[in-house]
Each structure stands twice: as structure tokens, then as C-alpha cells.
């Protein structure tokens, strides 16, 4: 095994990449659904030509693919490496002001944008594990996008030491940047055939160190709800809002358990996450998670019987209840391919921190890329508080994640 040194750039990369508004929309049916993520892709693109990366290039869809050709005489198997461009549409991510505090030695972080935000310590306990360390965040006004700029900052950084470095063997490497990963639609128009790779890895995990091969499994469920609307100065015994109606289905939601602010390890949830229209017609969406695929069908089931029980009171209103797949739980495929985690942990210990293999209340683009005929688990990142503006990351941990990165393309090929 070599003695590797290193000499990083990541955090440049990411104070570079966290300034450029990314976030997706929702509620847009275009791809990417903000053009603006093609921003970020351009620059990534020329950045990778810089380094000599020649097939780099953005598709029309956002997607940024790119190759580190192989420099060893094995039938290496090709790895890909994917993070995500866009940032959530949770919290704003327009004006983004980075903040370095460096030589952290403990306490709550007061954020000088909104001194009302301060990121402490017993919300944060894994703050007590970065004594020493440069923590970074965002001023108080926005989020910060380490989620996901950090894992595009930490490829990039990998793929710049592989290239300085043709000493060091790998098979090829290929590099996917996805745009809309936060809506759901992260993998929707990536090309399996150009990508090319047999196995893969998301770096959008949190905690230092951590490897996650399993994910809740999702799904999305619309309930349209059609109400009788009359004059409001002669409605009596005519008028069934669908504003009420929609109001007294939300309300008749348990509230002690099976939401996400009730839950916690492998307990799924239903969630309202919108809630639109008129006295005609209302739109109710809900996210639905479990890591099993029964457990969803389940909560749906009870989510249909909640919105039948309401709308007996109101034979004037009918409603639909539909249910969109998103993902499924990667770890069905991972345990197929038991060498694909095994390399990543091992990877992790080279870099010199403790691994650790937990399971995401979250899904990535790896959960459905994993369907899709590209194993695909989750490496840590760094990034912490995400989809708030109290999201942090440390230098330190950033490092550690290209180190990861570039070890695991060594081990790839050491095994071929």
C-alpha cells in the first residue's frame, strides 16, 4: 500500500462552488428543473478539463460526466463517484456568505448574518468530535450547500491528486454529477449506457467515517379532494368546502406518532408536505417512508382509510388517492454485491478514521441507481444540519472524504 501525501484543495473548491445558487424546483417540469444548476456544471466541466479530464462534459439535461482513464494493465471494474449539484428548496440558497471558523475549541457558533442562529453545542454533540478542526458555515441568511457541494468538492479533489499522481494505479474512474436530487429526480435522465460503470458511490453522507448501504424506501402519494362550491350567501346545506374537508384530513393525522418529528431509527412515517387549491378542489401531497417496502404499503393503506373516514361526513366530495414510487431501500442490491461495502470500509480505514456502517432515514441518487444496475452506497461527506442555514462541515472532514475517495480507487484495483 503506498504512503500517500496529500495536499488538498478541497476547501477552496467548495468556498467556490457553495456562492453559486443551485436549488431545485419542485414544482418545475423541466430538467434540470432551474436552469441555474447549469451554472455550477459549466464551471465543474472546465475545472475537469484543466486537469487534463478531456471527455469532460455537460449533457443537456444538467448532467456533468466525466472519465480518470484507467493507468493499470488489470481488468479493473469501473467505479463511478456521484454527488449532486443542486441544494434543497427548504431554505434559501441565493447569496450564500461562507464563514470559516478556524481552530474550533467548543461552544455554540453564533452566525454573524443572523446572530438569532447559533448552531450549539447540545443540538450539535458532533461539534465535542471537531476540537482543533476549521468549521464552516453559512452566516445566519441561507443555507450552505454542503449538501452536496461538499461531495462535489471532495471528487474533484480526488480526481486532481489521481491525475497529478499517474504512480498511483486505478482502473477508470468515471465521475456523475446530477442535478434535481433533492426533488427526487436525480438519476431521471442519467445515461447508464454512457456512464459505463459497474459499481458505484454517493458522497452525500454525514458523519465522519460513516458508510451508509441501506435507505428508507419512498414513496409519494397526491390526494386530490373535490368539494361542492355554491354561493357563500346560499350555501347552507349545499356548500362541502374542500378546504375543510383537506384541513380535517390533516388534522385526523396521528400526532404522537408516525411523523418525522415522531420517529426515529427504522420507524417510517407519512408526511404532508404541501397543501394548495380552493374550495373546489384541494391538493394535499404527503411523502411516505419506511425502510421496508410492506411498511409503506401499510401506511398508505391507513393514509386512504384516513381520507375515506373524513369525506364520509360529505357525500357531496369525492377524492383520488395516488401513489407515485420514488425509491426503494439500495441494501436489497447491496447485499448482493457484499465486496462493494467491504472496499468502502476498508477504504475509510486507510484514510485513517474509524468506519462505521449505519442506514440513512434519507434516500440518494445510490437508492435508485442501485435499481438501476449500479450498486451504489453512500460515503460520508461531512455535512451536517443540512436543508437548515445551521448546516456545517469541517475542513478536516472534507479531506478525509478525498482521501477515502482515492483509496478506494486504489483498492478497486489492487483486487482486480
Same mark, same amino acid.
Given at each position: 500500500m503506498a504512503d500517500l501525501k496529500f495536499k488538498h484543495g478541497v476547501t477552496e473548491r467548495f468556498l467556490r462552488y457553495v456562492k453559486i445558487d443551485t436549488q431545485s424546483d419542485p414544482d418545475s417540469n423541466t430538467c434540470p428543473s432551474t436552469p441555474k444548476q447549469k451554472n455550477l456544471g459549466k464551471i465543474l466541466v472546465q475545472e475537469l478539463l484543466d486537469?487534463?479530464?478531456?471527455?469532460?462534459?455537460?449533457?443537456? +439535461?444538467?448532467?456533468?460526466? =466525466?472519465?480518470?482513464?484507467?493507468?493499470?494493465?488489470?481488468?479493473?471494474?469501473?467505479?463511478c463517484f456521484c454527488?449532486?449539484?443542486?441544494? @434543497?428548496?427548504?431554505?434559501? !440558497?441565493?447569496?450564500?456568505?461562507?464563514?470559516?471558523?478556524?481552530?474550533?475549541?467548543? !461552544?455554540?457558533?453564533v452566525l454573524p448574518g443572523d446572530k438569532t442562529?447559533?448552531?450549539?453545542?447540545?443540538?450539535?454533540?458532533?461539534?465535542?468530535?471537531?476540537?482543533? /478542526?476549521?468549521?464552516?458555515?453559512? &452566516?445566519?441568511?441561507?443555507?450552505?450547500?454542503?449538501? /452536496?457541494? =461538499?461531495?462535489?468538492?471532495?471528487?474533484?479533489?480526488?480526481?486532481?491528486?489521481?491525475? &497529478?499522481?499517474?504512480?498511483?494505479?486505478h482502473g477508470a474512474i468515471r465521475i456523475l454529477f446530477t442535478p434535481d436530487?433533492?426533488?427526487?429526480?436525480?438519476? &431521471?435522465?442519467?445515461?447508464?449506457?454512457?456512464?459505463?460503470?459497474?459499481?458505484?458511490y454517493t458522497i452525500d453522507g454525514e458523519t465522519r !467515517?460513516?458508510?451508509?448501504?441501506?435507505?428508507f424506501s419512498a414513496d409519494m402519494v397526491t390526494v386530490e379532494v373535490y368539494g361542492f362550491s355554491t354561493?357563500?350567501?346560499? =350555501?347552507?346545506?349545499?356548500?362541502? @368546502?374542500?378546504?375543510?374537508?383537506?384541513?380535517?384530513?390533516i388534522g385526523s393525522l396521528p400526532r404522537d406518532k408516525q411523523s418525522p418529528e415522531t420517529t426515529e431509527k427504522r420507524e417510517g412515517f407519512f408526511h404532508p408536505?404541501?397543501?394548495?387549491?380552493?374550495?373546489?378542489?384541494?391538493?394535499?401531497? #404527503?411523502?411516505?417512508? &419506511? +425502510?421496508?417496502?410492506?411498511?409503506l404499503i401499510l401506511l398508505e393503506e391507513q393514509l386512504k382509510a384516513i381520507v375515506i373516514k373524513v369525506l364520509r361526513f360529505y357525500p357531496r366530495a369525492s377524492y383520488d388517492f395516488k401513489v407515485t414510487e420514488q425509491y426503494r431501500n439500495m441494501k436489497v442490491v447491496l447485499d448482493e454485491h457484499p465486496q462493494v461495502v467491504r472496499y468502502a470500509i476498508e477504504a475509510v480505514g486507510r484514510a485513517?478514521?474509524?468506519?462505521?456502517?449505519?442506514?440513512?432515514?434519507?434516500?440518494?441518487?445510490?437508492?435508485?441507481?442501485? #435499481?438501476?444496475?449500479?450498486?451504489?452506497?453512500?460515503? #460520508?461527506?461531512?455535512? %451536517? =444540519? #443540512? %436543508?437548515?442555514?445551521?448546516?456545517?462541515?469541517?475542513?478536516?472532514?472534507?479531506?478525509?472524504?478525498a482521501e477515502t475517495i482515492v483509496h478506494l480507487s486504489m483498492i478497486w484495483e489492487e483486487r482486480a
Open positions: 486537469m487534463g479530464i478531456a471527455d469532460a462534459h455537460l449533457d443537456e +439535461f444538467g448532467y456533468v460526466y =466525466a472519465t480518470v482513464p484507467s493507468n493499470s494493465q488489470k481488468r479493473v471494474p469501473v467505479i454527488s449532486h449539484m443542486d441544494t @434543497s428548496p427548504d431554505c434559501t !440558497g441565493e447569496g450564500v456568505d461562507p464563514q470559516v471558523h478556524r481552530n474550533y475549541q467548543g !461552544g455554540d457558533l442562529q447559533v448552531i450549539k453545542v447540545s443540538d450539535h454533540p458532533e461539534l465535542m468530535n471537531q476540537i482543533g /478542526n476549521d468549521i464552516v458555515t453559512t &452566516d445566519g441568511r441561507t443555507l450552505l450547500g454542503a449538501d /452536496n457541494k =461538499a461531495g462535489l468538492a471532495e471528487i474533484m479533489d480526488a480526481a486532481q491528486y489521481l491525475t &497529478d499522481h499517474p504512480e498511483i494505479k436530487e433533492e426533488i427526487g429526480r436525480g438519476v &431521471d435522465k442519467v445515461d447508464m449506457k454512457k456512464l459505463g460503470a459497474d459499481y458505484g !467515517g460513516h458508510i451508509e448501504d441501506e435507505t354561493h357563500p350567501g346560499f =350555501a347552507k346545506g349545499k356548500m362541502q @368546502s374542500a378546504v375543510k374537508i383537506a384541513s380535517q384530513i408536505v404541501s397543501m394548495s387549491g380552493t374550495i373546489e378542489k384541494m391538493t394535499l401531497k #404527503f411523502i411516505i417512508r &419506511d +425502510f421496508r417496502t410492506e411498511g485513517g478514521i474509524k468506519p462505521h456502517c449505519s442506514s440513512i432515514r434519507g434516500g440518494t441518487d445510490g437508492s435508485r441507481l442501485s #435499481f438501476m444496475g449500479l450498486p451504489c452506497p453512500n460515503i #460520508f461527506a461531512g455535512e %451536517h =444540519a #443540512f %436543508h437548515s442555514k445551521q448546516e456545517w462541515i469541517s475542513v478536516q472532514d472534507m479531506e478525509k472524504a
